[in-house]
């Protein structure tokens, strides 16, 4: 695949000088000094993309939630639950936080709960990152690991709930947060992610794209573009085998999209369009952003980008898109990045992602 163009750098005169200052950073106002990590949560990059699907008649925004503090969308329902939590008195401070996490929000609430001086334990799944895992561990969490699924259902994370469950009751004055029926989760979005991306753009925005798996960011955004009269369609990007929106439940071979259980967010929001991605989507659509536009992210960002890839065509040319980066793609470089891993995982080889890349940039061509 051919690298992203080689964009211009910005040439400033420097004052006091008669040679041309090359810069490639343009010159703008400093962001402000803020008081603790947690500070910086939030005000992620929009991005317009100009190399992802060039010929689509469409203009495509990435929303970088990946360059949160602890590199995902999950830094800012995290702290916002253990803050509501501590306001009501539901944790005590130095007190326990324990919940299920496929990774993501354990890094965050890892952080958050160091910060806080309080004690958290993380249960994970055998599909977690090894450098999910660490990250955790080494944020002061601690990591207790599922490794067999639920034996009446066959579902890691059914399995997962029932462990969090027992250390409740092991710990006391252990406190789950559950993200996936917390009103914190989505607020944040809607108060956050939502509020900056539609302010950022005059409340002018045609689709929102975003993965579900608490559905806490597609329902948050849902709710924000509610309260402000917005006719934004949202589109659900879903893993096959997810059970959300009447999906069916099979095994779901990369971690962070999908879910096995129907969540207390999913049922608050209807998306215009829910499209279920494989594995291969994932790796294809990732893969794609990574050498077009130079974003490394991770696997659910890349079903977004396969999903959108067969809607921008038929959307009305000139309409605007934004879709999410839940998180950055350095800790899936030994899977979606790695062809031994997906010919031996997902059993599609070199020559099937290329074609599956082609055929991707076929269909996001209104040509
Ligand atoms: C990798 C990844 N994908 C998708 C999502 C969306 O998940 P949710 O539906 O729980 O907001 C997240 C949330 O942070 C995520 O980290």
């Not at 343009?26 to 190399?51: C, E, F, I, K, M």
């Not at 250390?167 to 559950?178: K, Q, S």
């Not at 409340?203 to 559905?215: F, G, M, P, W």
Request: charged letters at 20%; proline letters at 7%; aromatic letters at 2%.
């Amino acid at each position: 695949m051919r690298p992203a163009h080689a964009e211009s750098p910005c040439v400033h005169p420097v004052p006091g000088t008669d040679a041309g200052h090359v810069d490639s950073i343009p010159a703008s106002a400093p962001p402000p000094v803020v008081d603790g990590v947690s500070a910086a949560v939030g005000n992620t990059p929009l991005v317009r993309l100009q190399h992802l699907f060039p010929d689509s008649g469409v203009e495509v925004l990435a929303k970088l939630e990946s360059v949160n503090p602890g590199g995902s969308t999950k830094d800012r329902p995290a702290l916002a639950m253990v803050r509501d939590a501590l306001a009501t008195g539901r944790l005590r401070p130095g007190g326990t936080v324990v919940e299920s996490s496929s990774g993501n929000l354990g890094v965050a609430l890892a952080r958050v709960c160091t910060a806080h001086g309080l004690r958290f334990v993380c249960v994970v799944d055998a599909r977690t990152n090894a450098t999910t895992v660490r990250t955790i561990e080494a944020l002061g969490g601690e990591v207790d690991l599922v490794s067999e699924p639920d034996p009446d259902t066959g579902d890691l994370l059914t399995a997962r709930l029932q462990r969090v469950q027992r250390l409740l009751v092991e710990i006391p004055g252990a406190v789950n947060l559950h993200q996936y029926g917390n009103p914190a989760n989505p607020g944040a979005h809607r108060d956050g992610t939502m509020r900056e991306i539609a302010e950022a753009l005059d409340h002018r925005l045609d689709l929102l794209a975003a993965a579900t798996s608490t559905v806490g960011t597609l329902a948050g955004c849902a709710a924000y573009l509610r309260a402000h009269r917005m006719d934004t369609r949202l589109l659900a990007v879903d893993a096959e085998g997810s059970v959300l929106f009447g999906g069916t439940a099979a095994p779901r071979p990369l971690p962070g999209l999908g879910a096995g259980v129907v969540t207390d967010h999913s049922r608050t929001v209807e998306p215009d369009a829910v499209h279920r991605v494989s594995g291969r989507d994932c790796v294809v659509g990732a893969r794609l952003l990574a050498r077009r536009e130079g974003i490394l992210a991770g696997a659910s960002t890349g079903g977004i980008v396969a999903a959108l890839g067969r809607t921008v065509a038929d959307l009305p040319e000139g309409s605007r898109v934004v879709f999410v980066v839940h998180d950055g793609g350095a800790p899936y470089l030994e899977t979606v990045y790695d062809d031994a891993w997906v010919a031996a995982t997902l059993e599609v080889d070199t020559a099937g992602l290329t074609a599956a890349t082609a055929a991707l940039q076929e269909a996001a061509s209104r040509a």
